[in-house]
């Protein structure tokens, strides 16, 4: 055994001791670098993490704009009332929450399918509402067994409310809960921060064209939280913005007359303002409630809307396509007078059928109506003239001409989805068919087009906006809906000027002509049976569109299927000496233009000139069927009628 002596075990002791000491040393200079990163280079950072456990920054989600029509009356406004919410995330056993709340607050089965959807569209940390509208007993009993129910809250919530229903409600459109579609679209847009906490937005009509307008801007609410996440103390607060307030051009007392005029029928009408393009009602029938759809709607409304084979959620003013028949000869003898293939008094004679390549177009009086000018070609609506006219012009001079009317191309009305329509041209067909065969343009679809039938498609909207043009001395203007957007606070109004897009370049005299044609219409002629009596001279045109071809067969409504028969259409504009109204109507299968549709056109001019108000529908004239009417009705060899494209079912065959 080898002994030191007691310098040597001197010696290793203070070496321990200095290697300790150095060791704790580094170690107190670690634990102080580590200090002075977190607390001085660190320091912003973290301090913000503390502050954001700390604080909770809460949404306040803006009040939305009203909607009012021309006079003030509302169409679209808030109230407030209780939800019942539940957030998934915090909530074990949802289906046993749900039974347990049903013992409390009455939660009827389409309550927990509405639930159920919701929850699909939702995320798991945001609260989805079980009940809407609470009643004031139906809080109190909820509030005294809160305790119970971690995870579920009562709500103060603003609501949507139509309280016209079902009136206009193609216009006004609705809104609905944010989808994940919706989200998509807000976060492409950069809007995200303006939504949180928004659980709506506008999904159809005014209500989501002027989204932006009405949507406001979401304010914000710091509040002091504890660390169980329960608010101590409010620290500051930034108050939402209310959205903007829209003021309609549109007359809903008009709207109310038009509306009931369809009756039970289908079909569609636009008035409009021709010297402002203000639109003053504007009919899709058959309608619905959007109230359906401000809490979710249930599974079972959907498909009764979705499935109906008459379509009640699309908007056909402007959605829907159709052949405009013998309302578009006013428009080709415009064409014809421009162009210089006719003139005024220019006559040819009407043997009741037009030749042309072997194939006999026949007009819709056997045996024609003799010697004809342009007068009595609108007001006795002689197909034969127009089939010459339109032969004579050319499919090429025909698209040139009602283009700048807007036939063809959408109107840029504020309402998203309008259709383009079809204004046919040997271009067009090129690109609408692929088979080589169906390319190419004949002769005889020139011959169709110039009354109104073959390819031809156009809207109510564009077909009212066209005549407000040609009553309106040739300007075409962009119609709108909206007049002012006025700020609820301040009580700003700004205004939606009247926007002109063009002038059309036809001299007075032609304009003159045609439109006195279309007074006489009225007076003696289509249209004479339905304005018999007016105190007020308007000028008018029946039109009558096929929905299928007869192939030579002679048209008796009575033996074709329902939605197989012709369409019916009237325009018209008054006073005739200076019109402060030129409107398109259409009713869906309703025969002859005479006979459904005059009459409602008549209805609401009465209302807008004369204030009658009508006690019931307007009926539809049989004896205007009895005397005939327009309708291109070929008893020989014809071109087929092809269909373009259409928002519904009615479709030429």
Request: with cysteine.
């Amino acid at each position: 055994m080898e002994f030191r002596t007691p310098d040597e075990e001197l010696a290793s002791f203070r070496r321990r001791v200095l290697v300790a000491g150095l060791f704790v040393m580094v170690c107190f200079g670690i634990l102080a670098a580590r200090f002075y990163y977190l607390q001085i280079v660190r320091y912003d950072y973290y301090h913000t993490r503390a502050e954001d456990n700390r604080i909770a920054l809460l949404p306040i989600v803006p009040s939305r704009g009203s909607i009012v029509d021309r006079n003030g009356v509302p169409l679209a406004r808030n109230y407030a009332a209780y939800t019942l919410e539940i957030t998934p995330s915090r909530v074990v056993d949802l289906d046993a929450t749900i039974d347990a709340l049903s013992e409390i607050v009455q939660i009827e089965p389409r309550d927990r399918r509405r639930f159920r959807k919701l929850l699909e569209d939702s995320k798991n940390f945001e609260s989805v509402p079980i009940r809407t509208r609470l009643t004031e007993e139906e809080v109190a009993r909820f509030i005294a067994r809160r305790y119970r129910f971690p995870g579920v809250e009562v709500q103060a919530r603003l609501f949507r409310d139509y309280p016209q229903g079902e009136l206009a409600s193609h216009v006004i459109g609705y809104i609905g809960r944010i989808n994940q579609r919706d989200q998509d679209r807000i976060e492409e847009q950069g809007l995200t921060a303006n939504y949180r906490g928004s659980d709506y937005i506008g999904k159809g009509g005014l209500e989501m064209s002027y989204e932006a307008e009405m949507h406001g801007a979401t304010g914000a609410e710091q509040v002091e939280v504890n660390a169980g996440g329960r608010a101590v103390r409010q620290l500051a607060r930034i108050p939402g913005v209310s959205g903007n307030d829209l003021e309609l051009t549109l007359d809903i007392e008009m709207q109310k007359v038009a509306e009931a005029a369809f009756g039970n029928r289908r079909g569609a009408l636009v008035a409009i303002d021709p010297t402002t393009g203000g639109v003053l009602a504007m009919v899709s029938k058959p309608t619905f409630d959007p109230n359906l759809f401000v809490d979710g709607i249930s599974n079972d409304d959907w498909k009764a809307l979705n499935e109906s084979p008459d379509h009640p959620l699309v908007n056909r003013a402007i959605l829907s396509a159709y052949p405009p028949g013998s309302t578009f000869k006013p428009f080709m003898a415009l064409a014809g007078l421009t162009a210089g293939k006719r003139t005024v008094n220019q006559t040819i004679s009407d043997p009741g059928y037009f030749m042309f390549g072997g194939h006999r177009y026949m007009d819709d009086q056997p045996g024609g109506h003799g010697t004809v000018d342009l007068r009595k070609s609108i007001v006795v609506s002689c197909n034969t003239y127009y089939y010459q006219l339109a032969n004579d012009l050319g499919i090429d001079s025909i698209a040139n001409f009602m283009r700048p009317l807007g036939f063809g191309s959408r109107t840029g009305i504020d309402l998203n989805g309008e259709a383009e329509g079809v204004l046919p041209t040997p271009e067009w067909k090129k690109k609408r068919f692929r088979n080589k065969e169906h390319q190419k343009w004949f002769g005889g679809e020139t011959i169709s087009v110039g009354i109104g039938q073959g390819y031809n498609a156009y809207t109510p909207m564009q077909l009212a906006n066209a005549l407000a043009a040609v009553v309106n001395d040739g300007k075409v203007f962009k119609p709108h809906l909206v007049r002012n957007i006025v700020n609820p606070v301040t009580g700003e109004r700004r205004a939606v000027a009247p926007e002109p897009l063009r002038q059309v370049q036809i001299k007075p005299e032609y304009l003159a002509a045609v439109r006195q044609a279309m007074v006489d219409v009225n007076k003696a002629g289509t249209g004479a049976r339905a304005f018999a009596g007016a105190p007020y001279s308007a000028g008018g045109k029946t039109g009558t569109a096929q929905v299928f071809s007869l192939h030579g067969q002679k048209y008796v409504a009575g033996r074709v299927t329902e939605k197989l028969r012709d369409h019916s259409w009237f325009i018209a504009y008054a006073p005739a000496d200076k019109p402060t109204i030129a409107m398109a109507v259409l009713v869906e299968n309703g025969g002859f233009g005479a006979q459904s549709a005059a009459p409602i056109a008549r209805q609401v001019i009465d209302f807008h000139l004369l204030g009658k108000r009508p006690n019931q529908p307007a009926s539809e004239d049989s004896g205007a069927a009895d005397e005939g009417d327009d309708r291109h009705d070929p008893s020989e060899h014809d071109a087929p009628a092809v269909p373009a494209f259409f928002g519904n079912d009615s479709e030429t065959r």
